[in-house]
């Protein structure tokens, strides 16, 4: 009878998916349990609601706290059946014939107490063998968890990189339709600047992405790697404690080896080729902007933050934290209705800046939730050590390098568009498609932080 209730209760121990002890046991919403370590992998691929992999309800959640009661009942089973072990007969001091009871941390050998006092042992480190177990397994969960973030950072890393090669695929195709499209306004038949233009841009655009396809590549190596770590120290979870004291050092130093070095994303960039006479064009249309009217911006989320979360390899990151959207900005004394005007400004000593047209309504509602409707502006916002380049309606991040000094903007009221130019480089930036405002529009300019 006490056997079979000893059997029954162990039973109830142990995971459903793995069959073995609960180990880092979790309880979900419905009420059943498993190892942490298998409903990670169990749940991986499913988006929310996932289901018990027992009873098939439903949970809006993926993360669960450790159940302390049942992992204190399993170190209890594991100790037990532990001690069962190391006190058989075959297992007692040959020497003493005392149960070992007692773990030499130098050697990793199990001694009864005499042995432990004895001179060949007695300057070694010495602990109970149950608190040895308990402790090499806390090492070894540390282990799976460390090496769970890194399994999630670089699956994330991967799918963003993904989706960057799949962008910078549609931004090539774009900027070539845009270069065409200003070449062919200047002239009528294809010049030759035009093809030498294209192809010196396609060639820098397929380098690129070589270089994206092999760091995509390196990703999913790491991937397979991570994973088939994760599944060794998970093996190792699921073993008795007598397996576990046996010295678990070298997976633990292959898992933060491992870990050390987890491909990060590429920022792929084309160089502002220049196009001939493309300022010169341009400087006929120059009118010097007065920006006088200063305003502060108080939003519920910071301009620039919201432009920064929205070229970050991580969207998902939440935007309510964002300090309030209080920033600088100043518009020009004159608005636009008609006719073409050209005006530069210097932006050599600032971070983050933005600038373009919006129209009267845009910048008047202070007080907006932060939207860009209305606004059609240039951003440069800095992340790390590196600057990306987005423009607004719709929002595209332009893979494009950042302009060093002055940035020109052209606007056409004609024909209802604006194009910004890398004075430096007298390139093309980008060029918004005719058509794109019809109202009146006021020239804008914000910035952020001020270099040092």
Sequence with gaps: MES????????????FICMSYLTDPVTINCGHSFCRACLHLSWEDSQLPVQCPTCRKPSQQKDFGTSIVLKKLVSIARKASLMKYLSSEEHQCVTHKETKRIFCMETRIYLCQLCSDSHEHKGHKHCPIEAAAEDQMERLLQQMTSLWEKIQENQENLEEESRVKSLFLDYLIMREEMIRKVYRKWHAAVCEQEEEHIE??????????????????????????????????????????????????????????MQLSIPQGLEPELAALPITGLTERSNCFKVHIS???????????????????????????????DPAGIYLASWGSQYFVSGKYYWELDLKDTWDWAVGVCTNSWFRNSNKEVETEGAFLLFCVKEGNHSSLLTTNPVIRHYIEK????????????????????????????????????HAVWPFFSSGETKP
């Excluded at 079979?4 to 995971?15: G, I, K, M, P, R």
């Excluded at 760091?215 to 190792?236: D, F, H, T, V």
């Excluded at 920006?291 to 935007?319: A, G, I, P």
């Design 4 to 15: 079979d209730l000893s059997q029954a209760f162990q039973e109830e121990l142990n995971c």
């Design 200 to 257: 010196c841009m396609s060639n820098e655009g397929n380098h690129v992405l070589i270089n994206l396809k092999e760091n995509e590549a390196m990703m999913i190596q790491k991937n397979k790697q991570l994973r088939e770590m994760y599944q060794e120290l998970m093996s190792m979870s699921q073993e008795p404690y007598v397996v576990l004291l046996q010295g678990l050092e070298d997976m633990f130093r292959r898992s933060e080896s």
């Design 291 to 321: 920006f006088e009217n200063l305003t502060v911006f108080h939003c519920k989320k910071n301009l620039f933050n919201v432009m920064r979360r929205f070229n970050s390899r991580h969207q998902h990151q939440d935007t309510s934290l």
């Design 403 to 438: 302009p060093l000094g002055q940035v020109g903007v052209f606007l056409d009221c004609e024909a209802g568009c604006l194009s910004f130019l890398n004075i430096a480089k007298s390139s093309l930036i980008y060029r918004y498609p005719n058509g794109t405002f019809s």
